[in-house]
């Protein structure tokens, strides 16, 4: 008996990345079932077929300056912490990384991805600064995506006030903090590379921490501000496919819901591919609270979807094919 068992173990273990794909490919399957179900099939072509194309359009273009501004934010950070000015490099750097993410959970094949054309660069290179690219778009998510939430259960869910405030005073003091913290040099060119370099495991690795010492404030800044434009961007498009579904202009609750989606998707993206399911079920919640078209809210998150992420891993998945 313990030997079928650990046979059964063995095969689990060798089998793992598959049955976790498949175990994600499924929830996405059964949570995008779910909602056209919930919603109507015929209700959902429906709205596509009488949808705004113009708007569609605009928010597909809106898809170059989404690009561009990941890519001048991945270039400053290539040029500051690795060395590299390649430009082409760094586009196929980027675009890689587009196609590795979107099937890993919380996009951590990127990590990977970006490392491929700097086959002079360590992966543990390539890591930390895909880091210092990712950190500050999860903060300006967090940060804006909480405070929408919470005025959000203040009120659909009559959450008193004294709760909402504390909770505000909570969140707007701990990210203030923590932007304060990592966006001090000092903390990446003292502190975090001293506590790295004590950890016995890395010290073979401790000439490739040098990089944290290359992120100065300037940097930091500038890629700060790259960020929060990357961000309004995204939030932008959404609101803009929204409308475009809708046929109603009622851009702020849009945006709040925007906003309130990217929050809660952060937490569990890691259950599907690229947020699939996961992006159109808080939409459609939040939309249906607010007293918005559940149908647009769906549609909207499902054209993001394509726009945002499928489009970029195709190109970067052809980049790919091409180059092997």
Same mark, same amino acid.
């Given at each position: 008996?313990?030997?079928?068992?650990?046979? !059964? $173990? +063995?095969?689990? /273990? *060798?089998?793992?990345? #598959? =049955? &976790?794909?498949? @175990?994600?490919?499924?929830?996405?399957?059964?949570?995008?079932?779910?909602?056209?179900?919930?919603?109507?099939?015929?209700? !959902? $072509? +429906?709205?596509? /077929? *009488?949808?705004?194309? #113009? =708007? &569609?359009?605009? @928010?597909?273009?809106?898809?170059?300056?989404?690009?561009?501004?990941?890519?001048?934010?991945?270039?400053?950070?290539?040029?500051?912490?690795?060395?590299?000015?390649?430009?082409?490099?760094?586009?196929?750097?980027?675009?890689?990384?587009?196609?590795?993410?979107?099937?890993?959970?919380?996009?951590?094949?990127?990590?990977?991805?970006?490392?491929?054309?700097?086959?002079?660069?360590?992966?543990?290179?390539?890591?930390?600064?895909?880091?210092?690219?990712?950190?500050?778009?999860?903060?300006?998510?967090?940060?804006?995506?909480?405070?929408?939430?919470?005025?959000?259960?203040?009120?659909?869910?009559?959450?008193?006030?004294?709760?909402?405030?504390?909770?505000?005073?909570?969140?707007?003091?701990?990210?203030?903090?923590?932007?304060?913290?990592?966006?001090?040099?000092?903390?990446?060119?003292?502190?975090?590379?001293?506590?790295?370099?004590?950890?016995?495991?890395?010290?073979?690795?401790?000439?490739?921490?040098?990089?944290?010492?290359?992120?100065?404030?300037?940097?930091?800044?500038?890629?700060?501000?790259?960020?929060?434009?990357?961000?309004?961007?995204?939030?932008?498009?959404?609101?803009?496919?929204?409308?475009?579904?809708?046929?109603?202009?009622?851009?702020?609750?849009?945006?709040?819901?925007?906003?309130?989606?990217?929050?809660?998707?952060?937490?569990?993206?890691?259950?599907?591919?690229?947020?699939?399911?996961?992006?159109?079920?808080?939409?459609?919640?939040?939309?249906?609270?607010?007293?918005?078209?559940?149908?647009?809210?769906?549609?909207?998150?499902?054209?993001?979807?394509?726009?945002?992420?499928?489009?970029?891993?195709?190109?970067?998945?052809?980049?790919?094919?091409?180059?092997?």
């Amino acid at each position: 008996m313990g030997t079928v068992a650990a046979k !059964i $173990y +063995s095969g689990i /273990k *060798k089998r793992r990345n #598959l =049955l &976790i794909n498949i @175990a994600k490919f499924t929830i996405a399957v059964t949570l995008i079932y779910f909602l056209v179900t919930h919603l109507n099939p015929s209700q !959902i $072509y +429906s709205d596509m /077929k *009488k949808a705004n194309k #113009l =708007l &569609i359009s605009f @928010a597909l273009l809106l898809l170059g300056l989404n690009v561009y501004l990941q890519y001048v934010k991945w270039e400053l950070i290539c040029k500051q912490v690795l060395g590299v000015t390649d430009k082409r490099k760094i586009w196929l750097s980027l675009f890689y990384g587009f196609s590795a993410g979107i099937s890993t959970p919380m996009r951590l094949g990127e990590y990977v991805g970006r490392a491929i054309p700097f086959k002079d660069k360590n992966l543990l290179e390539i890591t930390f600064a895909t880091f210092v690219d990712k950190i500050f778009p999860i903060f300006m998510v967090l940060f804006i995506g909480s405070v929408a939430t919470i005025i959000f259960l203040h009120y659909y869910f009559n959450v008193a006030v004294y709760v909402t405030v504390s909770l505000f005073l909570v969140i707007f003091i701990s990210l203030y903090l923590l932007l304060l913290i990592f966006s001090d040099s000092d903390f990446w060119d003292s502190y975090l590379y001293k506590k790295v370099s004590n950890i016995k495991i890395f010290n073979k690795y401790i000439e490739k921490f040098q990089i944290l010492k290359k992120v100065n404030k300037v940097t930091l800044r500038k890629v700060t501000v790259y960020s929060f434009l990357f961000y309004l961007t995204y939030i932008f498009q959404f609101a803009i496919l929204f409308y475009a579904f809708s046929g109603s202009f009622d851009f702020v609750n849009y945006i709040w819901i925007g906003s309130m989606v990217m929050f809660a998707k952060k937490f569990i993206s890691f259950l599907t591919f690229g947020d699939l399911g996961i992006r159109e079920a808080t939409a459609v919640y939040f939309a249906g609270l607010i007293g918005i078209s559940e149908t647009a809210a769906f549609n909207a998150s499902i054209i993001i979807f394509v726009i945002n992420l499928v489009l970029p891993s195709l190109v970067g998945l052809f980049l790919f094919l091409r180059r092997n």
